[in-house]
């Protein structure tokens, strides 16, 4: 039985504290949100994103930071991707040298184009820092619905440490050395979701997102490699496995928010509507951003960013990616 501790107790942080719980471990769940943590204590169950899902009685609902992040096997990073540098931050006088802390966000932080595991190695330097990620909605994780992610880290040691504290009977874990590879795929295939999601609300068919769904790993993969992923991780389950869950579930919040604006609602009434952090718009600036600097060529994330922060119509993008100038689906190929 491991001690694990996760900072962060919205959809994600709690189905991955239920699992590590059945997994016979023991378990404690931080939030700062008062009311979040009253509501699990209360009801020992996420009301708000996942109702009718019992937590189990040993899982410990913790407020105290320090209790939360001291004498643990694991820690785990489960808040949303804007507040990773400020929990880090506040958490750092009660991180131990050598504590594992494994990233369960995805994202990219504008200001610094760092990834979530850059940012907790920035902060906490001490630390070792790895990251989960895969195919892997919370909702179906929370009720046992089989489901396979990969564990990136610095070392086959720590890789395999976490992946046999998470790895459970419904919950398949597989381990890799590529962090950014890992965490470039889940952060930028949101917002290819978001494209998903506005064919979908524009009532657009299978073609058409079978083509956004292969042309965006594409781009994400570009990008990735020459940012120093590897290109057999774009194609295995933080990449296309990822990418295809994302683009085609009604559990995204990324492809949620793309069907209310393909339907014709503003970003802002979106957000509204949805009431979560949606990822792909927080991290389509900084995907721009990237493409810029190391002159890659992202055609759908540049026409996701002029439809969401320059008011394009979903229709004349769409317009533009297809009339562009030819070209061969592979440049390596060669006849």
Known sequence: MKKVSFLGAGSWGTALAILCANNGHKVTLWSKVE?????????????????????PDSIEIEPDLKKACTDKDIIVCSVASPFVRATAREAKPFIKDNQIIVNVGKGIEESTLMTL????????PMADVAVL??????????????????????????????????????????????????????????????????????????????ALITRGIAEISRLG?????????????SGIGD????????????HNCGYLLGQGKTLAEAK?????????????????????????????VEQINAILFENKSAKQAIKDLLVREKASEYKSLTW
């Open 243 to 254: 990418l295809i869950v994302t683009c085609t579930s009604t559990h995204s919040r990324n």
């Open 35 to 55: 009311a979040e943590i009253d509501m699990l204590r209360d009801n020992r169950e996420h009301v708000e994103r996942l109702p009718g899902v019992k937590l």
């Open 117 to 124: 595991c850059e940012i907790l190695e920035d902060e906490l």
């Open 133 to 210: 990620s895969g195919p892997s909605h919370a909702e179906e994780v929370s009720k046992g619905i089989p489901t396979t992610v990969v564990v990136g880290a610095k070392t086959e040691k720590t890789a395999t440490f976490v992946q046999d504290v998470f790895m459970g009977r419904n919950f398949r874990v597989y381990t890799s050395p590529d962090i950014i590879g890992i965490e470039l795929g889940g952060s930028l295939k949101n917002v290819i979701a978001l494209a998903a999601g506005i064919l979908d609300g524009m009532g657009l068919g299978d073609n058409t997102k079978a």
């Open 272 to 300: 509204e509507e949805i009431k979560q952090v949606i990822e792909g718009v927080n991290c389509a600036k900084a995907a721009m951003a990237l493409a810029n600097k190391y002159h890659i060529t992202m055609p759908i």
């Open 225 to 237: 490699v020459e940012l120093g992923g590897r290109m057999e991780t774009f194609s295995g389950l």
